[in-house]
């Protein structure tokens, strides 16, 4: 009888720690804005922003969502923001293009800044992913944001794809 109370106290508490976890994991899916001094970024449902990533990356996310068959053990969609010094920025463009077949290029004014857009089918190891870049320049640096998606993951997770990377503006 004496182990009773502190048992009891004890479940009760591990299911009020479990409860809280979960709910937190799930908001953690939840759509976000990411605003700070140097860029605007919206983090659709299903993708997670890393808070203690690569200190190289000024930004890191990836999807809750796998790939399916041989890539079940890989992340559908993977997002990163690169500061980049001393390229030029159609040297850079040029780069990309030879690194697959290009499938979609656009280029947009922004408040006067120029943002290059554009996707690129890429496969390796017998995975295909659409890797979708968007490209600023701020202060002689480049900004490239790069969303790298397996190429089967769906039209809904191509659409937020393109949601996320459209929404990238510098301050």
Known sequence: MELLIPGLLLVALMVWASTRFKRLAKEAFEPETIDNDLFSLEKPEGMLHVLNGREDLLFESYSKAFGDGPASNIRAVRADITERTGFDRSAFIK???ASG?????????????RYDMLTINESGNALKYAVTYRIAEKAGKLYVLQIKMLADAG???AEKVDAMAESFTLK
């Open 101 to 113: 077949t290009v499938e979609e290029q656009h280029s947009e004014m922004i408040d006067g800044r």
């Open 155 to 157: 039209d809904e997770t």
């Open 95 to 97: 780069d990309l293009k």
